[in-house]
C-alpha cells in the first residue's frame, strides 16, 4: 500500500488497493494508518453490499444505528445514506429522509451520543451527483494545537452533553417520532471536551450532538459550543472532498468534525453506503476511544 498526502492538515489517498481483497493480513497496518492521517480514501472501488460490509469489519466491530427503518434490509450494520425512495422517485426537500440528511450539513461527529463514542465511519459512493454535496473533514488535532496553552488548560476542565433526542431536535424540519423504546436506548452521556488520542495526542471534541456544557447554564454554554465550533472549523483545517463514484472513505471520528455541503436533494441522486465501526475503552487520559 502506498499513501499520498490529500490536503496538508489531514487525510490520504490509499494506492494500489483493491477493497474487494482479503485484508486479514493488514487490518492493523490500516488502522496505523487511520490513526496517523485521520482519513484514508480509496478510489475506483467496485462493491457488492456484503463486499462492503467485509471490507469495514477489518476496522473492529461495526454499530447499529439507533433508528432501524434506516438499516439495510439484509445487513442491518450498513446505513443507506440515500435520497432515492423505493420506487426509485426522489425524496421531497421536506420529507424526512431528506430532512435527516440535509440535517447532515452541521458540524459533527458521529455516535459522540454514545456512551463509548465510535472509531470511524466508513462511506461508500454509489451515487454522485453532478454538482454540489461534498463533504468537509476538519481536523481537531490542529484546532487544539493552534490553542494557547491558557485556552488548553481552560477547555481541558470542561465537559459536554451530547445528546441523540437534542441533534435531532435541530434538524431543519420534521422527522420520523422516534418511540420511547428508542429514545432510552440512546441517553445523554457526558464526554470531556478535550479528549487524549491513543497516540497520546490531544484533540478537541465538540460537533452538532452536543447540547451544553456539563454544569454550565443551558443556553450560553449552547452558543459558546456553536461559537468554538466556528472558530476551530478555520479553512486551513478542512480538507473538503469532491465524491467519485467508487470512492470508499473512511474517517477517525474521534479526531474530526464533518458535514455534507449542499446539493439539490429533490433534484439529483446521491446514494452512499455507511458503516460505523465501534469504538472502544482505553486507560490514555480520563476519556473513551
Avoid at 472501488?45 to 461495526?62: H, I, K, V, Y
Avoid at 455507511?274 to 490514555?284: K, L
Wanted: contains cysteine; negative net charge.
Amino acid at each position: 500500500m502506498k499513501f499520498s498526502p490529500l490536503h496538508p492538515s489531514l487525510g490520504a489517498l490509499v494506492e494500489d488497493v483493491d477493497c474487494n481483497d482479503d485484508f486479514l493480513d493488514q487490518a492493523d497496518s490500516l488502522k496505523t494508518a487511520l490513526a496517523k492521517w485521520q482519513l484514508l480514501l480509496f478510489r475506483d472501488q467496485d462493491l457488492s453490499d456484503s463486499a462492503f460490509l467485509e471490507f469495514c469489519r477489518n476496522f473492529g466491530t461495526l454499530e447499529l444505528l439507533p433508528e432501524p427503518e434506516k438499516r439495510h434490509p439484509e445487513f442491518p450494520e450498513i446505513f443507506n445514506l440515500s435520497n432515492v425512495k423505493p420506487d426509485g422517485s426522489l425524496t421531497h426537500h421536506d420529507d424526512p429522509q431528506a430532512v435527516f440528511l440535509r440535517g447532515t450539513s452541521r458540524w459533527h461527529t458521529d455516535s459522540s451520543f454514545r456512551t463509548i463514542p465510535c472509531l470511524a465511519t466508513i462511506l461508500y459512493a454509489v451515487t454522485i451527483p453532478p454538482q454540489g454535496g461534498d463533504t468537509e473533514f476538519a481536523n481537531m488535532i490542529a484546532a487544539f494545537e493552534g490553542l494557547s496553552e491558557n485556552d488548553k488548560a481552560k477547555l481541558a476542565t470542561l465537559k459536554a452533553v451530547h445528546s441523540y433526542a437534542y441533534s435531532r431536535s435541530t434538524n431543519p424540519g420534521e422527522l420520523e417520532k422516534m418511540s420511547e423504546e428508542e429514545l432510552t436506548q440512546v441517553p445523554n452521556v457526558v464526554h470531556p471536551v478535550v479528549r487524549q488520542q491513543t497516540d497520546g495526542r490531544a484533540s478537541i471534541y465538540l460537533g452538532g450532538h452536543v447540547s451544553h456544557l456539563d454544569g454550565h447554564d443551558v443556553v450560553a454554554s449552547r452558543a459558546q459550543v456553536r461559537d468554538w465550533e466556528e472558530q476551530f472549523t478555520a479553512l486551513e483545517n478542512i480538507y473538503r472532498h469532491q465524491w467519485r463514484q467508487g470512492d470508499v472513505l473512511i474517517w477517525d471520528n474521534r479526531s474530526t468534525l464533518h458535514r455534507l455541503t449542499g446539493y439539490e436533494i429533490d433534484k439529483y441522486a446521491r446514494v452512499m453506503r455507511r458503516c460505523t465501526v465501534a469504538g472502544y475503552e482505553h486507560v490514555v487520559g480520563s476519556s473513551s476511544s
